[in-house]
């Protein structure tokens, strides 16, 4: 169980630390932000209150988790290099702890991580940053993407706004992505909100295709796979596709049919970059494509 120290908060916590703890309203959404280093949780307390989330920051390991237990967050932004623990076992404790079951993480960091690293990090964590250019902007988007996965809806205002922030400063634009679909509904719907954007789309109806179009268009930017079709399926062509060394940082977004339990987990193993389930909500897709086209 996760138990404050006396006084009723982790020692560390007891340091003067500028944060909206204190300001907490009930229905208020809140971002923790687990960061030792204080100038850079300036940078991420703004961007928090940008996207309108009070920021709740914690500068070791063993005060984030009692806060995120106490306080209840939207999300939690964690970077893996903590004074007092690992940001592996931070993110074990979370996934094991009841009370903090499902929580969202945005794991940050400045570690060059390999695949495999990224593939056990993504088991526990929502996604993985690696600081650089763009990291910034890419987190926005991130936080986005974390309201319309932690709520089922942004009020309309709110909507609108981001629309037009994210229509002023969009990497969709003139990008170039293979859509892989044998469901030509999908791919009516699908190619109707891309082409919108500015992008310009080869479909491909099985994994065969696929591997093909890539072969022929190689700087494509991303790939939104569905899972199950004829001939070669999602997970054997995202398969075919890693095992290229061109290919192993090319975003690949998984489609399945229904959100079922374990499925995100099997899609990142096979070599998707990121999941989403049928049927696709467009702002879901649209965040989940610019974080990935940074």
């Known amino acids: 169980p996760l138990t404050a120290t006396e006084g009723g908060e982790p020692a560390r916590a007891l340091r003067e630390v500028r944060d909206d703890r204190n300001d907490l309203a009930k229905g208020d959404r809140s971002i923790l932000i687990i960061e030792d280093d204080s100038k850079f949780n300036a940078i991420l307390q703004g961007l928090a209150h940008e996207q309108g989330f009070k920021a709740i920051i914690a500068e070791d390991g063993k005060t984030g988790l009692y806060f995120a237990d106490y306080y209840h967050p ?13 940001g592996e076992e931070l993110l074990t404790t979370i996934k094991n702890e009841e009370s903090l079951h499902g929580l969202p993480v945005i794991v940050y960091t400045g570690k060059d991580l390999s695949y495999q690293e990224k593939v056990t990090l993504q088991s526990y964590a929502e996604n993985i940053i690696i600081r650089g250019v763009n990291s910034l902007e890419r987190l926005l988007d991130e936080t986005t993407l974390f309201l319309h996965r932690v709520e089922t809806s942004l009020c309309q205002t709110k ?76 997970y054997q062509a995202m398969g075919e596709i890693r095992k290229q060394k061109r290919f192993e940082k090319l975003p690949i977004i998984a489609i399945t049919a229904k959100a079922m339990m374990g499925d995100r987990c099997k899609c990142i193993e096979a070599g998707a970059s990121d999941y989403l389930a049928k049927p696709i909500d467009r702002d879901k897709l649209l965040s989940m494509m610019r974080v990935w086209l940074y």
Request: aromatic content about 2%.
């Open 74 to 86: 939207s999300a939690v932004i964690l970077d893996l290099n903590l004074p007092d623990m690992s």
């Open 159 to 234: 909507r609108e706004i981001l629309h037009r922030i994210h229509d002023q400063r969009s990497p969709l634009k003139g990008k170039h992505i293979l859509l892989v679909d044998d469901d030509m509904r999908n791919v009516f719907a699908i190619s109707s909100i891309l082409e919108d954007k500015g992008l310009t789309i080869t479909i491909c109806k099985n994994g065969r295709e696929a591997l093909q179009a890539l072969d022929e268009h190689p700087t494509a930017r991303l790939v939104l796979m569905d899972m199950m079709m004829p001939e070669m399926d999602g």
